[in-house]
T-cell receptor, first 114, second 113 residues
């Protein structure tokens, strides 16, 4: 079965600094990868996804993630964060065959301070 | 466009009382439906999923049950709540086919006292 590891439970960073949120997965077969963002007391929103093709995927708000098959990673990066990026970020993986069932990491809380 | 509605937003229930959380999806047909639970400081745990009316798959043995009486309606229930049932419950839907992302409702925060 597939699994996801987000080693950093919390990442503090200053506004306008770059940030990387780490995600590693484990699976014996090919996978789809996702990043979701959750603001306080809300549901999760899809940030970006990797299905196939280019290993670098981007979101509309400046985040990007790179699929690295050899390192089984899908780290999320942003070159310059804003206060409004403060939220919980979840990495998720699903197998690319059969029923779509996501397995989530435990989340990383991004804290952006002025 | 598709929307997902989940209610209530918050709920405080005593131990031993019943539970019913409802989720409906609009703007799509034959969605896959999911119930997740998010405990404080932890990730999301898949509780149930459904690929069609009356078809429910349970991921973990527990005090909860789910039903799908209509194509776009998903209900989470319990006959007698336990303290350990407290948490943030999230309903989600996805289109059929591999690679389809999940779309989440705004969640229900359940506190069992």
């Amino acid at each position: 079965a597939q699994s996801v590891t987000q080693l950093d439970s919390q990442v503090p960073v200053f506004e306008e600094a770059p940030v990387e949120l780490r995600c590693n997965y484990s699976s014996s077969v090919s996978v789809y990868l996702f990043w979701y963002v959750q603001y306080p007391n809300q549901g999760l929103q899809l940030l970006l996804k990797y299905l196939s093709g280019s290993t670098l995927v981007e979101s509309i708000n400046g985040f990007e993630a790179e699929f690295n098959k050899s390192q089984t990673s899908f780290h999320l990066r942003k070159p310059s964060v804003h206060i409004s990026d403060t939220a919980e970020y979840f990495c998720a993986v699903s197998l690319n065959t059969g029923f779509q069932k996501l397995v989530f990491g435990t989340g990383t809380r991004l804290l952006v301070s002025p | 466009s598709q929307t997902i509605h989940q209610w209530p937003a918050t709920l405080v229930q005593p131990v031993g009382s019943p539970l019913s959380l409802e989720c409906t999806v609009e703007g799509t047909s034959n969605p896959n439906l999911y119930w997740y639970r998010q405990a404080a400081g932890r990730g999301l745990q898949l509780l149930f999923y459904s690929v069609g009316i009356g078809q429910i798959s349970s991921e973990v043995p527990q005090n909860l049950s789910a039903s799908r009486p209509q194509d776009r309606q998903f209900i989470l229930s319990s006959k007698k709540l336990l303290l350990s049932d407290s948490g943030f419950y999230l309903c989600a839907w996805s289109a059929r086919g591999p690679g389809s992302p999940l779309h989440f409702g705004n969640g229900t925060r359940l506190t069992v006292t």
